[in-house]
Every structure is written in structure tokens, then in C-alpha cells.
């Protein structure tokens, strides 16, 4: 049987007639379930439907698409199928402790780059996915947005977008604590501080707010 190159047609299709010169165009990502019973379909496993908000038996897949601003439409490029088998998991597990520490910060405890992070397996598969359907526009298009629903609202997945060379797009969950940059004078003593008010999202002040047409 011969392998039909699924992206670089779609990719034809799209940039040959879908696509405009003055287009502002986003890459997006989403999971999505088809439900099928059985037990002999390969890659058949248990994968949340937000239909039924539950998981349900089927297959999984995972897909890259173009978003077009000026259409408001999106064109499907990549899609692949997910192993049920791989954990979708953003935070690597830690290591169980020995022993309990003490109270407190334990001495000589230095704070961590919350930009330097391990991917986990699951994420490292999304960003080979972005990385190759980047490949693939290069020549044509450098979408510098990645768009992606409200599991992708956590620092490891904004890293993980990041060493793409792409910004995120998505969504905090409800309970994010968001604080504006501190403006006020250094008393002189200790180090500077980073964090001003904690932003109160009922209450944004008024230079924040912007208009949409």
C-alpha cells in the first residue's frame, strides 16, 4: 500500500487556496474522542469525551491546525493518534521522599527557574507534533501563536510552547493568582521585590481594560 503524506497535501491545499497574503494565520491544538467498542482496533483504550465529560472507550487523536483570522476558520494539517497507554501528565511525578522534613524552608534551598522544567513524556510529544508542522510552513508562513484550550493553562505547558519560539494562547484556570509588577520604593533591606498587588479580576483597573469591536 503506498503512505499518503496526509500533511504536506493538506498543507498544498491550504496554501494554494485557502490562503491570503494579508491573512494573519494561528496555529491550534485539541484532543478529541471517537467512541468505538470492541477490542481489536489498535490504539482502542479509554479517552475523556467533553460530550459525555467523562472517558469513554474509543480512540484518541490529537491534531494541529492553521487558524485563519480573516476567515475565522480553521484548516486540520496534522493529526495523529494518541497511545492510551501514554500518561497525560504535565508535571513529572516526584520522587517519594524518604524521610519528612523539618519545618520550613530546609537550609541552603535555592529557588528554581520556573523556566527550566523536565517535559514529560506526553508533552514532549505535543511539542514534536508543533515542531514539525512548523517545519512544514516554514517556507510560507511563521504562525507565532499557539492556540490551545484550558489544560495547557500551567507553566509546563507555556514552557514547552515557548521552546518552540511560539507564545500561548489558553486559558487560567480560575483559581490563578496573577499579581502586577511592584512599583513602589526599595526599603533598602533584603531583595527587591518583584510582586506588587494581587490582581483582582472583578476589579481591573481602568488601564487595563480594552475595547473590541
Do not use: E
Given at each position: 500500500h503506498?503512505?499518503?503524506?496526509?500533511?504536506?497535501?493538506?498543507?498544498?491545499?491550504?496554501?494554494?487556496?485557502?490562503l491570503d497574503s494579508d491573512d494573519v494565520i494561528l496555529f491550534a491544538g485539541d484532543e478529541s474522542t471517537v467512541t468505538k467498542s470492541g477490542k481489536m482496533t489498535y490504539g482502542l483504550g479509554r479517552f475523556f469525551s467533553s460530550i459525555?465529560?467523562?472517558?469513554?472507550?474509543?480512540?484518541?487523536?490529537?491534531?494541529?491546525?492553521?487558524?485563519?483570522?480573516?476567515?475565522?476558520?480553521?484548516?486540520?494539517?496534522?493529526?495523529?493518534?494518541?497511545d492510551p497507554k501514554m500518561e497525560r501528565n504535565v508535571y513529572p511525578q516526584k520522587p517519594e521522599k524518604e524521610k519528612k522534613n523539618g519545618p520550613g524552608r530546609p537550609k541552603g534551598t535555592k529557588n528554581k527557574n520556573r523556566q527550566d522544567i523536565e517535559l514529560t513524556s506526553y508533552l514532549?510529544?505535543?511539542?514534536?507534533?508543533?515542531?514539525?508542522?512548523?517545519?512544514?510552513?516554514?517556507?510560507?508562513?511563521?504562525?507565532?501563536?499557539?492556540?490551545?484550550?484550558?489544560?495547557?493553562?500551567?507553566?509546563?505547558?507555556?514552557?514547552?510552547?515557548?521552546?518552540?519560539?511560539?507564545?500561548?494562547?489558553?486559558?487560567?484556570?480560575?483559581n490563578s493568582a496573577l499579581y502586577f509588577p511592584f512599583d513602589g520604593e526599595y526599603s533598602g533591606r533584603g531583595p527587591y521585590p518583584k510582586y506588587g498587588e494581587k490582581i483582582n479580576y472583578s476589579n481591573l483597573p481602568e488601564h487595563c481594560l480594552v475595547d473590541s469591536s
Open positions: 503506498s503512505v499518503i503524506p496526509w500533511p504536506s497535501l493538506q498543507w498544498a491545499l491550504v496554501q494554494n487556496h485557502l459525555y465529560n467523562r472517558s469513554v472507550p474509543g480512540l484518541g487523536f490529537f491534531s494541529i491546525s492553521l487558524i485563519s483570522v480573516k476567515r475565522k476558520k480553521a484548516y486540520p494539517i496534522l493529526m495523529s493518534q494518541l514532549k510529544f505535543i511539542q514534536d507534533h508543533i515542531k514539525s508542522v512548523q517545519r512544514l510552513v516554514a517556507d510560507k508562513i511563521t504562525p507565532q501563536y499557539f492556540v490551545y484550550d484550558g489544560a495547557f493553562g500551567n507553566n509546563p505547558c507555556l514552557q514547552m510552547v515557548s521552546q518552540c519560539g511560539l507564545d500561548l494562547i489558553s486559558k487560567l484556570n480560575c
